[in-house]
């Protein structure tokens, strides 16, 4: 797909940090990960859950796929909630996600283990206003509608951006609505701002008449995940396995920040998202991940989704995220809360 207008049909693309970040996405089409092929040599398998455009893409781009000691059998997901459900069904042993769906997985008791962590910038998680709105700050949202994905990261840093205003979800009427329908609302003015996350963030800037009314930039903790199933953890071989995979996705984002060019073609061949939204998504937010360690600063950071989420009911219960957390894979990466790499101004 070439696409040449902010269609609603291509914002149905499930991209990597997109609708993995959404914890109220469904499921895809007969509930499961569609095979994507198989990589490497030897006896061992691991299985992989994906997204579109998402790690495969990503270590085949960077040459990591190359010389595999181990078979990786990539199924495809439509987002980070039925991969979750497929780690916790043992039918895959681990995927990346983004900082909501584990919230919504380890809420509902899955059997799932946070293994490997990644610290991004959060310009691209932003609330938007079309370019002639007369809202100039998020404290002026009293009263307005809000469109915005239920249980996404982008609901949170909603919560979190009203809350710095002094606000509260309750001053302002909230549209529950999928990035696609969320899009179509903007458009035609059907509601007065928008808190969504890149690349539709990237997408609305330069297609839908749209600029930011402000972002999560201090406000979440912009970071993502490799979780795993513990079935994968306890088996030694699969263990080592899972360490070296996600070394290699720790090298190709290496990779990624000093090519951005040649990822953001990579990516928007693989995706059908413009090029030129491609990099600026890159740049934004995509290409500024560190790899970090799943500290105990990363795990208090969750918990504050987590007590926000239970407070609004969004979640059936509270729990501790550190129970969810394995650090065996920790090593020297350094603390969570090492600065994003950045591109310079924000694009």
């Known amino acids: 797909m070439r696409a040449r207008h902010l269609a609603p049909a291509a914002l149905l693309l499930p991209f990597t940090l997109l609708l993995s970040a959404c914890g109220g996405s469904s499921r895809a089409e007969g509930g499961g990960g569609t095979g994507s092929g198989t990589d490497g040599k030897g006896s061992l398998t691991l299985n992989v859950g994906d997204q579109k455009g998402g790690s495969e893409a990503l270590l085949r781009a960077a040459g990591e796929l190359d010389d595999l000691p181990y078979k990786i059998k990539w199924s495809t997901f439509t987002s980070g909630p039925p991969l979750l459900e497929a780690v916790n069904a043992r039918a895959v042993d681990v995927g990346a996600v983004g900082n909501t769906p584990p919230v919504f997985a380890a809420a509902a008791k899955s059997k799932i283990k946070v293994i490997a962590g990644s610290h991004s910038r959060s310009d691209g998680e932003t609330i938007l206003v079309k370019k002639d709105s007369p809202l100039k700050r998020p404290a002026q949202l009293k009263g307005k509608s809000v469109a915005v994905a239920q249980g996404s990261s982008a609901h949170y840093q909603l919560v979190a951006s009203l809350k710095k205003a002094g606000l509260t979800t309750k001053d302002v009427t909230l549209n529950y609505l999928q990035p696609a329908d969320a899009l179509a609302a903007f458009t035609r003015g059907k509601v007065d701002a928008w808190a969504v ?7 609305a800037l ?43 996705l ?8 000093k090519h951005p060019d040649v990822w953001a073609k990579a990516w928007a061949k693989e995706t059908g998202l ?27 950071s969750e918990q504050q989704i987590v007590d926000s989420f239970a407070a609004l009911k969004l979640i059936p219960r509270s729990f501790d995220f550190g129970e969810f957390v394995d650090p065996r894979f920790n090593g020297d990466l350094p603390p969570s809360g090492t600065a994003p790499r950045t591109y310079g101004k924000a694009h």
Do not use: C, H, M
């Open 197 to 203: 996350w890149d690349p539709y963030t990237s997408q």
């Open 206 to 248: 330069d297609q839908a008449d749209a600029r930011v009314l402000t972002t999560g930039q201090g406000l979440v903790n912009g970071l993502s995940f490799q979780v795993a199933a513990p079935a994968a953890l306890d088996d030694k071989k699969k263990s080592a396995a899972l360490k070296d995979y996600t070394d290699r």
């Open 250 to 257: 720790r090298r190709a984002q290496n990779w990624v920040f």
């Open 274 to 300: 413009p090029e030129k939204v491609a990099l600026d998504a890159v740049k934004r937010t995509r290409g500024t991940a560190v790899a970090v360690a799943v500290d105990k600063a990363a795990i208090a």
